[in-house]
């Protein structure tokens, strides 16, 4: 079984930041790709960025120049900096992990969700 752990998440006015963090534990041989998706209250989940072993990274279109994507391969572990924060980027935000495990095989997880607000 593999958990991951999310952290980092609150309330902060327009234009600060807020740093998410996500840990990966339990049955792990190795992680692929790791990722950062959110929700907005009435809309589909959506890919905010997302991260290979190797460091390539790709993000949404709304995000890019103001969030970067990082991982930390020895603690398994992601982060997202997020600065420049608009009111539209207020949703839960839920951490993803593409876990290969000798026993299962490959397998996405998922956390359990953190929430930011972005006042205006």
């Known amino acids: 079984q593999v958990q991951l752990v999310e952290s980092g998440g609150g309330l902060v006015q327009a234009g600060g930041s807020l740093r998410l963090s996500c840990a990966a534990s339990g049955s792990i041989f190795s992680i692929n790709a790791m990722g950062w998706y959110r929700q907005a209250p009435g809309k589909q989940r959506e890919l905010v960025a997302a991260i290979t072993s190797g460091g390539s990274t790709n993000y949404a279109d709304s995000v890019k120049g103001r969030f970067t994507i990082s991982r930390d391969n020895a603690k398994n572990t992601v982060y997202l900096q997020m600065n420049s924060l608009k009111p539209e980027d207020t949703a839960v935000y839920y951490c993803?992990?593409?876990?290969?495990?000798?026993?299962?095989?490959?397998?996405?997880?998922w956390g359990q969700g953190t929430q930011v607000t972005v006042s205006s």
């Open positions: 993803n992990a593409d876990v290969y495990n000798i026993r299962v095989g490959s397998k996405d997880y």
